[in-house]
């Protein structure tokens, strides 16, 4: 049973484990955090460098979208074109001219499929394919963007006539008047385009795909997973007309999810590169890079699986736990040998100690064998049994001369009162009408009103570091330059009043949908001269401040009842202190006499700069 209560292990048993600890655990865990480290690290190359393909790959399929967007535009401002769209009969020169104009496009570029040009009608009047010619196109999207955008780019989408998926790029034609005479429309080669996605290869395994808006695949390197859904799709989505332009009349009737529902998440609609992780039943693990597309609402990934690059880690691991276990053998037996040589000096330190335990210090000794750590210890156990003696007979002595309370009074000490003067700026904020309101209230109400208010006040100053001196029932006396020094104690006592009641728009908005009745508040801010300090008696001490500025403060507050559109009044000394303060409006109110006091008092109203209280999120120093 002694096995089980780690307190009866023998000494030699405990620094055995214990040297064992001291070797083997800061170089398990130093193996596990370098592991560790390591693995993440490789993980975190892993996704930039998977995010990095994604991200070049997005970057050239924009590059091909806004190359082809520009060659349209050229042709749409080729001055045979603007001719030939213009004429209200075009000859057969013009024709064969533009003819050739269009076909060379076709021919220099092998992504281009087709070009057609359409008259302003939307009729097919020139074409690089025959089967295009005459037909009409006025119903076409493309047709139909270009002549109220200008230019347009569509979706994937399947042609009508030749039954090939592409992207169709058109580009309105006007002629010297700006009249709009035509459109010129080319087909980009979806296959060029899901060949660039589907050609991608990362490590041994890895695989480069591209999805559309919807998280349907437009490319994959393996071709069977083609027009599949990352995650289920919605009726309303299956039924919209581009998945009957670009699907159902290539011969696919319904889209099959791969209910890969956490890499949907990530990549259907992403605005930013990034990458994640997923887990396929085949596969396993699979770690996956993406970037959208700038010219297209499609994203490109790129995968690869995660044991591909911790293979290596792990067999490192294995191999790092092997050698942990034979240090630890080794170890095991010197810890044994050097406990051996500890233990038997503790035993003797041991019995003087209880000896001490019994009160007989002057029995208390240990024999000193050696000039080690050990023999230090048993020396300085003599000394320390020696000084507790002469303690104890010199508080023996004490107590017999004095009486103990007295003696205790004189080892504890005693407190000082009294305070210093300092320049403080002092912000007083009181609930106007706070009297009718409770009379309004049972008592359980007011208590919970003004809970819920002090709290929210309080938070609002937190950020200007100033020093809530007291709560006085409904009344709140902050302090901006005590205990401890502050710069700027007028900017933020300004800032925090102003804080003050852009919160106490919140919480009125919070107790108006709950159908309570807001509540308002005055503010008053003085800056001077106080003294603080510790002020009381010795039983009961209170930090604060007293002085004329409080009571100034005071009585600005009481001054805002009268000035109803001035929510917060403040002394001279801080409004010129603000002077030039961004985002502060002060409107000088001019002398006012305030109660208490033969002299008036110079009295400005704060507003912050924007209409209402504003919010005074403002730096200060």
Not at 295 to 311: I, K, L, N, Q, Y
Not at 415 to 434: C, M, P, Q
Not at 454 to 461: G, N, P
């Amino acid at each position: 049973m002694r096995l089980s209560r780690p307190s009866s292990w023998p000494v030699a048993l405990k620094l055995s484990l214990a040297f064992l600890a001291v070797a083997l655990v800061p170089m398990g865990l130093t193996a596990a955090y370098n592991l560790r480290e390591a693995l993440a690290s490789v993980r975190r190359t892993a996704h930039l460098n998977l995010e990095l393909f994604a991200g070049t790959t997005a970057a050239r399929l924009d590059q091909l979208v806004t190359d082809t967007s520009r060659s349209v535009a050229q042709l749409a401002a080729d001055a045979e074109v603007v001719d030939f769209l213009s004429a209200a009969e075009s000859g057969d020169t013009a024709r064969a001219s533009v003819q050739r104009a269009i076909e060379n496009v076709v021919r220099s570029n092998p992504d281009v499929f087709s070009v057609f040009l359409l008259d302003s009608k939307g009729t097919c009047v020139a074409a690089t394919h025959p089967e295009n010619f005459g037909k009409d196109y006025a119903f076409r999207t493309y047709y139909q963007g270009a002549l109220a955008q200008g230019s347009y780019v569509s979706e994937l989408l399947t042609g009508s006539t030749t039954a090939r998926p592409g992207l169709f790029f058109s580009h309105v034609v006007r002629d010297a008047r700006g009249q709009a005479t035509g459109v010129v429309v080319l087909k980009l080669q979806g296959e060029s385009l899901m060949e660039m996605v589907g050609s991608l290869r990362v490590g041994a395994r890895g695989r480069g795909f591209l999805i559309d808006e919807y998280g349907v695949i437009l490319s994959h390197t393996e071709r069977g997973l083609l027009f599949h859904s990352l995650t289920p799709l919605s009726p309303e989505v299956l039924r919209l007309p581009v998945f009957d332009r670009r699907f159902s009349s290539v011969g696919i009737e319904r889209i099959q999810s791969l209910g890969l529902d956490t890499l949907g998440r990530e990549m259907i609609g992403a605005k930013e590169p990034g990458h994640t992780s997923y887990t396929d039943g085949s596969r396993g693990q699979l770690i996956v890079g993406f970037a959208p597309m700038k010219t297209r609402s499609w994203t490109v990934g790129v995968e690869m699986p995660d044991d591909e690059f911790s293979a290596p880690l792990v067999s490192l691991a294995r191999r790092t736990l092997l050698s942990v276990l034979a240090v630890g053998l080794v170890v095991t037996v010197l810890a044994l040998l050097v406990a051996r040589g500890i233990v038997r000096p503790l035993l003797a330190l041991t019995r003087a100690a209880r000896v001490v335990e019994q009160g007989e210090y002057g029995e208390a000794r240990v024999p000193v064998h050696s000039e080690d750590e050990l023999g230090s210890l048993a020396r300085a156990f003599n000394t320390m049994a020696n000084g507790l003696a002469e303690r104890e007979r010199e508080r023996d002595i004490f107590g017999r001369v004095v009486s103990p309370e007295v003696r205790e009074k004189l080892l504890g000490g005693e407190l000082r009162l009294g305070g210093e003067t300092r320049r403080v700026a002092v912000v007083f904020s009181d609930i106007r009408g706070f009297s009718s309101l409770s009379e309004r209230m049972d008592p359980q109400g007011v208590v919970a009103l003004l809970n819920e208010y002090l709290t929210e006040m309080a938070d609002a100053v937190r950020p200007y570091q100033g020093y809530i001196n007291n709560f006085i029932g409904d009344a709140i006396v902050l302090v901006f330059g005590v205990p401890v020094d502050q710069a700027t104690i007028e900017r933020r006592a300004a800032r925090a009043a102003l804080a003050m009641q852009e919160r106490l728009v919140v919480l009125n908005a919070r107790r108006v949908a709950r159908g309570d009745f807001p509540i308002k508040t005055g503010i008053g801010i003085c800056a001077g001269e106080v003294v603080a300090g510790q002020i009381g008696s010795p039983e009961r001490l209170l930090y604060t401040v007293i002085g004329d500025t409080v009571n100034v403060a005071a009585r600005l507050e009481a001054l805002t009842k009268d000035y109803p559109e001035h929510s917060i009044l403040m002394s001279r000394s801080v409004a010129d202190a603000l002077g030039g303060e961004p985002g502060l409006r002060v409107e000088s109110l001019g002398p006012i006499r305030v109660k208490g006091r033969a002299e008036p008092v110079d009295v400005s109203a704060l507003h912050a700069e924007s209409s209402g209280e504003g919010s005074p999120k403002q730096r200060v120093g």
